[in-house]
């Protein structure tokens, strides 16, 4: 009998599975990010080619998931939106 091997990966559950990359960011099939330390373009091959700089927004337009932009809150949390309108907080 083999052993159970339980690992999380990133953008399981309810987020669907990797959609793709934002930098080193996990873009979730919901369209959220992963809140994975992992690194996104390490774990799919694409290591070595140059991450986007992050743009921080300070108003919710033009910081959709995906885009390579994203916003701060008030309490000064990183985030983006989903396409749903709901905030994706990045890990910090």
Known sequence: ??????ANQP???KKGGIAGCD???????DGSI?????SC???????GQATRP??????GEGCACGSGSF???PRGGVYCLTPSG???YKRQ
């Open 34 to 38: 992963s809140g994975s330390k992992q």
């Open 11 to 13: 953008c399981s559950g």
């Open 86 to 88: 709901n905030k994706s």
């Open 71 to 73: 916003c701060t809150g």
């Open 23 to 29: 930098g080193e960011l996990f873009l979730c099939r």
């Open 54 to 59: 992050q743009t921080l927004l300070r108003s």
């Open 41 to 47: 373009s390490a774990v799919t091959g694409q290591a």
């Open 1 to 6: 009998m083999l052993p159970a091997v339980a």
